[in-house]
């Protein structure tokens, strides 16, 4: 079982910075891939950055390159997503989950076994 705990949303202005942590306790958390997910209102869960489990592989949406910054520390098992040059339209809720390794990041909620309870980022116009 592995235990993932959101923290760091909040409300920023158009343009604004914000971080987003995951902390990860329970199995050893340093061999799961860790993606970063997100959720608005009447929308479906959408894919926003992972990285494998020694951080070497990372991947963003095309929406977020450029952007958002996924970074991981498996001293402190955690995994940060860094965004930056917030929009509107990245208002939603951020949820971290844990996939086993894999050969690419999965990109799908349905190759990830285990989620936080999410936190709100709400950007505002």
């Known amino acids: 079982q592995v235990r993932l705990v959101e923290s760091g949303g909040g409300l920023v202005q158009t343009g604004g910075s914000l971080r987003v942590s995951c902390a990860a306790s329970?199995?050893?958390?340093?061999?799961?891939?860790i993606g970063w997910f997100r959720q608005a209102p009447g929308k479906d869960r959408e894919f926003v950055c992972g990285i494998s489990r020694s951080g070497v592989m990372v991947f963003c949406t095309d929406s977020v390159k450029g952007r958002f910054t996924i970074s991981r520390d498996n001293t402190k098992n955690t995994v940060d997503l860094q965004m930056s040059n917030l929009k509107p339209d990245d208002t939603a809720a951020y949820y971290c989950?844990?996939?086993?390794?894999?050969?690419?990041?999965?990109?799908?909620?349905?190759?990830?076994?285990?989620w936080g309870q999410g936190t709100q980022v709400t950007i505002s116009s």
């Open positions: 329970g199995r050893t958390t340093s061999n799961y891939a």
């Open positions: 989950a844990a996939a086993p390794p894999g050969p690419q990041i999965g990109r799908s909620p349905e190759e990830y076994d285990y």
